[in-house]
């Protein structure tokens, strides 16, 4: 087996990302020592049962003690608090990455806390479910998935290409990224979806309770698909809308005059504009499996998470 990457990791919040991480380090010897920490009791004795982590700490200073690289996996609202209390106990020369879907406000929240001669690399694996803790996560989770890398300034060319073998040997395809660039993305690729998913769950749970109709009992598959984006975390998804707001808004803007005008369409029974409308989408999912780039959407009932 090849020499481990990183001699000593340290996963801060044993949610998903972390937990596959993990089992994903582990499988191909990519860390040599990994401890863990999560903020609450649950979730460090359920880590323990399971054997996630080589050393469950108890608390985040002691968990990045000597560590070469710490992942801050954690709600992108607490990345900030998360920074300023392990500062002080991270390694000269360590590295320090996220996985938070929102990359100005982390950026923003941690950098400030990280001390001279210690690297922050922000990063955000595309890769995800609507499951959440520290019980299911599952080491195939990053594989043919993007990682975006978001790099500051000055950050050495040695320690990001450590960083990006780490995800490469996860499985995971590397690109870098600007900060609002990727914010502006993702709020068109994952966030502004999510939320609609939110909003149309919601509608229907409305609408059964109103009418006592069997919505959601006979749902159709793109409704099923919906509900479980619903079911993704609340605190994350609280924390990445309240964190890229202005780029979600401006997205949220443009789907409602988009909704507004197929609105209008459908009131005055203008068939050609709403055929124009589905034949230019189609043609774009059509691209997209031609360019050989739909790597992002693997078979979760295949792929099981941990029981
Ligand atoms: N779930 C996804 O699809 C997905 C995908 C890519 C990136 N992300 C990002 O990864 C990060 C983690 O998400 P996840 O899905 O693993 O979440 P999760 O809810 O499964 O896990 C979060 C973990 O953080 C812990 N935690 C919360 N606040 C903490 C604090 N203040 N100190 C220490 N631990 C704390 C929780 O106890 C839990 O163990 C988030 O920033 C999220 O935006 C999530
Ligand atoms: O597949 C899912 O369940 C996801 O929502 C994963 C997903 C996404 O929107 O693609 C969600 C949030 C992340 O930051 C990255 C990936």
Redesign the pocket.
Known sequence: MSKPIYDRVALIGLGLIASSMFWAMKRANLAGKVTGYARSQETRDTARRIGLTDRVCDSAAEAVEGADLVVLAVPVGAMGPVAEAIAPHLKPGATVTDVG?VKRHVIDAVAPHIPEGVHFIPA???????HSGPESGFAELFENRWCLIVPLPGTPDTEIARLRALWEAMGSNVDEMDPDHHDLV?AV??HA??LIAYTMVGVADDLRRVTDSEVIKYSAAGFRDFT??AA?DPTMWRD?FLTNKDATLEILGRFTEELFALQRAIRQGDGQMLFDYFTRTRAIRRGIIEAGQDT?APDFGRVKPRE
């Open positions: 879907s955000h694996p595309l890769a995800g479910t609507e993702l690729t994952s979806p999510h479980r984006i993704s990445v992002a």
